[in-house]
């Protein structure tokens, strides 16, 4: 049943239906437009629109047809247009000619309109619940390692001494970020549709503000043209999936690095990892592998819609019509990687040891070696010469600052004594730190605590 048919004389080409047809991905909103035709025919009634007999058989068929969907009783078949055409074809199948005035005061495209927003809507709350999820795991591995020496990278080359809790908190910081952007992208969006029509209204007496009401909008939106041509706040999401995609695919690199022979840092869990079909010692870590690469997919999915509506007039045009299965496909690659991302945190052994190994070796420390020398008056830029010659015959004997006799930290400058061993030890370097922000304990320790608190405060959207 085509909701347009009366002004057609032919039926429509097999091919054009198939390219017209949105049916096979809009399907997903079933429930939310069932949810959306509840609350307008509720409407209906209540301003007399819609007798109340009629209200009741319309609601009860919509909730019978939501029960067999939901149970796999119906089953939505190809054939109609869209979404909206099969509920209305079931409703009228099932209760007669009450089913046909579903759509009074209400075109299909004000209909779309709130369909997506319900579902995106709905999508915003489990990706901020998985974001929830990852920081609360991730707090937990903070906590655990606030003693966990390691290098610190500029430019991957090993530049100061941190801990792995200070390392893991900056990712607390990126995470916590892209919450705030969902939120900001809720509150914006969150402005019913609905009412407006095809792009002007209607001339029936709609009650605007007790449909947004039924369905948890803040009120209705205040253009009916912009209503029906509005996809910014789909645009938006798409820029914060791409960037919770980047956050992760930067996270993903550095346990790809990390998970290496060279590195060692870390061990991923046998059943976050895959082997070779050739190589029988080869443990790949797949997962960090594939969250790197879907990145590119969620940022294609922006791109495209950005593309789609930069020429667009107004009001409603066909073309909106592919916002949907790109960005149907970044929700699901985002929440999907979350959930794979948490899973290889949560279960993931950090080596610990190798770690403050490779923070010693790596002379993480020069620095503060050179603001020992600053203590006891030598000129910065004197003192920055000498820690390099220590680097130098470091390398040349390949030991660290760590292993230096002091005869030999002696022969390169006089103003060396032995307290230089405890202000060049890692947990000197690092403790000494207490700046909030900095790696110190004391600075994270009082962090952490606020990222708790934080948690506390903003459960989900």
């Known amino acids: 049943m085509k909701l347009w048919g009366g002004r057609f004389t032919k039926e429509t080409n097999q091919l054009v239906h198939n390219f017209n047809e949105s049916l096979s991905f809009d399907q997903k909103f079933y429930r939310q437009d069932i949810q959306g035709s509840i609350a307008h025919v509720t409407m209906l009634a209540k301003q007399g629109i819609l007798s109340q007999e009629d209200k009741e058989a319309i609601v009860s068929g919509l909730e019978g047809i939501l029960a067999d969907l939901e149970t796999g009783k119906l089953v939505i078949e190809p054939g109609a247009e ?13 209760i007669g000619e009450a089913g046909k005035r579903l759509h009074t005061g209400r075109s299909r495209n004000d209909q779309v309109a709130l369909d997506m927003k319900l579902y995106t809507r709905d999508q915003i709350k489990e990706m901020d619940q998985l974001l929830y999820n990852l920081l609360e795991e991730l707090l937990k591995r ?24 200070h390392h893991l908190g900056a990712y607390f910081e ?104 050739i190589m029988p010692q080869k443990k790949n870590p797949d997962i960090a592998e594939l969250i790197r690469g879907k990145t590119g997919r969620v940022y294609g999915a922006m791109v495209a819609l950005l593309t789609t509506m930069k020429g667009l007039p107004l009001a409603y045009n066909k073309d909106m019509q592919e916002d949907k299965e790109l960005t149907f496909d970044a929700m699901d690659t985002v929440k999907g990687c979350l959930l794979l991302f948490t899973g290889m945190i949560s279960t993931m052994t950090f080596r610990k040891d190798v770690m403050e190994n490779s923070a010693k070796k790596g002379f993480t420390n020069a620095t503060d070696a050179a603001d020992y020398l600053v203590k006891h008056g030598v000129p910065f830029r004197d003192a920055h010469g000498i820690v390099g010659r220590l680097v130098l015959h470091c390398l040349d004997k390949g030991i660290a600052l760590d292993d230096m006799s002091l005869e030999e930290y002696q022969a390169i400058s006089p103003v060396f004594e032995e307290d230089i061993y405890d202000a060049i030890s890692l947990k000197t370097c690092v403790e000494k730190r207490t700046t909030i922000g900095a790696p110190g304990r004391e600075a994270m320790e009082q962090v952490i605590k606020e990222y708790k608190k934080q948690l506390a405060e903003r459960k989900v959207v």
């Open 82 to 94: 869209d979404i909206h055409s099969f509920v209305e074809e079931k409703l009228t199948e099932r």
């Open 142 to 165: 903070m906590e655990e390692n606030l003693d966990t020496y390691m290098p610190g990278f500029t430019h991957l080359q090993k530049a100061q001494p941190i801990t792995l809790a």
């Open 174 to 277: 990126m995470f916590s970020r892209d919450r705030g952007r969902l939120k900001d992208i809720y509150e914006r969006m969150n402005y019913c549709p609905l009412g407006s029509g095809a792009l002007a209204g209607t001339t029936y007496p709609l009650d605007r503000e007790y449909t947004a009401q039924l369905l948890g909008f803040y009120g209705p939106t205040l253009n009916s043209m912009d209503s029906v041509a509005d996809r910014d706040y789909l645009i938006e999401l798409l820029g914060a999936m791409s960037i919770i995609a980047m956050h992760l695919s930067r996270f993903c690199e550095e346990i790809i690095i990390w998970n290496t022979n060279e590195y060692q840092f870390v061990e991923i869990d046998d059943s976050y990892s895959t082997g070779s079909s």
